[in-house]
């Protein structure tokens, strides 16, 4: 089953995320700089962590060099 989220990525010292399946919008708060991709690998990582799928099912179909992304959930 996949599932197609829109995230918005804020920067914060502090790291969390917040999902509202109603909606299908993530919010993740990261403290990695968006420099050679280390900020879309944070993001892939806290969301595999949190729906317990491998990174690899994570794939990041829109928005590589945006806040705004569009998410796939393998």
Known sequence: MTKVFQ???KFSPLEQIMVDECT???S???NEL???GRANRAVIKMISGYFHVKPTNVKIIR???SRTKVVEIS
């Open 63 to 65: 928005g590589l060099s």
């Open 24 to 26: 299908k919008e993530i």
């Open 7 to 9: 995230v918005k990525v």
């Open 34 to 36: 968006p420099i050679k």
């Open 28 to 30: 993740v708060s990261i």
